[in-house]
């Protein structure tokens, strides 16, 4: 019954690839968001979707694109992946002005 | 640009006591507040949220405190246990909750 689920949790890759990450949510909120954890610990917010519109779009280079089939899912699509994008991947929701429930987070490897 | 919390510090504190971490957020505009708790290998899980009206909340061996003319939050855990060892972060939300911006972290080492 896990609240926040994102695959795969380690994912080890060569520069240059395309890679995609996936979120489900199944506690029914309206948000989703994507955080990126660098191997300092600091968290950025990366996007945010609410009904699967966004509406959060930080400083992200366009080789990453979010997208949200419904409001469940916030897939994340990396195109030509960097050796800077190395990073844990978080995945969260909320329901409206609230607290964020986390992801077990991805940790992604570049190689 | 604004910025919330320092660079990640360490807090080291014998089982029993209690434990306070701080946390300084520098956008006044910002009107709620979230502590987040992150143990090695998983995501940060909520412990505790205050809104900008309040300036004391309560929970369960937590309490959260906000002052905000110096711009500062804080988390006070009671009798800390070994299972409260973990990174602790803060989070401001303004613009309609819409932006959000994570403090550094303060890693809580707990001795047994």
């Known amino acids: 019954d896990t609240a926040v689920s994102q695959t795969p949790k380690y994912l080890v890759t060569q520069m240059g690839n395309d890679k995609s990450i996936k979120c489900e949510q199944n506690l029914g909120h309206d948000t989703m968001y994507w955080y990126k954890q660098d191997s300092k610990k600091f968290l950025k917010i990366m996007f945010s979707?609410?009904?699967?519109?966004?509406?959060i779009n930080e400083t992200v280079p366009n080789r990453f694109s979010p997208k949200s089939p419904d409001k469940a899912h916030l897939n994340l699509h990396i195109n030509s992946l960097e050796l800077g994008d190395s990073a844990v991947y978080f995945c969260?929701?909320?329901?409206?002005?609230?607290?964020?429930?986390f992801g077990p987070g991805t940790r992604l490897t570049v190689l | 640009g604004e910025s919330v919390g320092l660079h990640l510090p360490t807090l080291s504190v014998q089982e029993g006591d209690n434990s306070i971490i701080n946390c300084a957020y520098s956008?006044?505009?910002?009107?709620?507040f979230i502590w987040y708790k992150q143990e090695s290998g998983k995501g940060p899980q909520f412990i505790i949220d205050i809104r900008s009206n309040m300036d004391k909340r309560q929970g369960q061996r937590v309490t959260v405190l906000l002052n905000k003319t110096v711009k500062h939050l804080s988390l006070q855990i009671a009798a800390t246990q070994p299972g409260d060892s973990a990174v602790y972060f803060c989070a401001e939300l303004s613009g309609g909750y819409q932006k959000v911006t994570f403090g550094t972290g303060t890693k809580l080492q707990v001795i047994p």
């Open positions: 969260a929701s909320s329901q409206g002005q609230a607290a964020q429930y």
């Open positions: 979707y609410n009904n699967k519109e966004l509406i």
């Open positions: 956008n006044s505009a910002s009107d709620y």
